[in-house]
């Protein structure tokens, strides 16, 4: 039989924070919270910093050339996030391009670093975009 | 008490957002790891059995529960260790081979390995300090 379920928050029985999916193999299961993103951003570098969208960010800080921060409004529990960033070359797509965990600077519960670098040296880019996993405060 | 909520679509109360319960499951990263390269020691993980170091910048992750197929997908990401302006890379299924990564590696259903290589000196594999991995796909 087909359900529908209308509510504003789900929470777990035994642990508020802990809610079990099964997964696709209807073998196993799989955690709700751990398994949804928390932050993500698609932000242009180039046109004025402005999000193309966002989920969990406040604002953001434009720290220098192809280096932006992103603060959140849901602060994570702590700095052992997974985050994945990638970016759009700018110049010549021969050139070698690649975007990076900007180290320590990543590493705080209250914003996600972004750096873009191209041919060895860091440029603005149009397209940058970035998702984190971890767990909520 | 413990309680189970069989549903096939989620919205909220007034009726808006609604999301299908297979969007949820496919929809929900399965595994994600912020591996520490040098020491090869997870920092938070989900669904991690263990990690294996192979050599300079190669590592395996296993999963506890293993995926239903080879076909899903994974991201990484990785810092530079020396220099942020470095280029720094991420093979997946590489196999260091000489110094550099030149066999495939077909991931399992269980298993992933991947190379990092670049930072100060192209071509050269290297322990990045912060490496992120996030799975996609569909469970056992």
């Known amino acids: 039989m087909a359900s529908l379920l209308k509510v504003d928050a789900l929470t777990g029985v035994t642990t508020a ?37 966002t989920f969990n960010s406040s604002s953001f800080t434009d720290v220098g050339t192809g280096q932006t921060l992103f603060t959140r409004t849901s602060n ?14 700018q110049a010549d797509y021969a050139n070698v391009s690649n975007s990076m965990l900007a180290g320590a600077s990543q590493l705080t519960t209250s914003f996600m670093s972004a750096y873009h670098v ?17 767990d909520l405060a | 008490m413990a309680s189970e909520l069989r549903v096939n679509t989620l919205k909220d109360a007034a009726g808006n957002n609604s999301v299908a319960m297979t969007n949820v499951a496919n929809g929900s990263a399965k595994a994600w790891i912020n591996l520490n390269g040098p020491t090869g020691s997870a920092r938070d993980s989900l669904n991690l059995s263990s990690v294996t170091d192979h050599a300079s910048g190669e590592f395996s992750t296993n999963v506890s529960s293993a995926f239903a197929n080879i076909n899903y997908s994974n991201t ?65």
């Open chain 1, 17 to 53: 924070g802990s809610i079990s999916v099964t997964g696709e193999g209807n073998s196993t299961t799989t955690n709700l919270q751990q398994g949804l993103a928390k932050h993500w951003v698609r932000f242009d570098q180039v046109n004025s910093n402005t999000f193309g969208d």
């Open chain 1, 76 to 89: 994570l529990a702590n700095d052992d996030y997974a985050a994945f960033i990638t970016s759009e070359v």
């Open chain 1, 118 to 134: 191209e041919a060895g040296s860091a440029t603005d880019t149009r397209t940058i975009t970035m998702v984190a996993f971890g």
């Open chain 2, 76 to 140: 990484t990401s990785q810092s530079s260790n020396t220099d942020i302006q470095n280029r720094a890379y991420t093979f997946v299924g590489m196999h260091q081979s000489g110094g550099s990564g030149t066999a495939i590696v077909a991931p399992t259903t269980s298993v992933y390995r991947f190379l990092i290589s670049g930072g100060s000196t192209l071509g050269t594999n290297y322990d990045a300090v912060y490496i992120d991995v996030h799975t996609m796909g569909d469970l056992a």
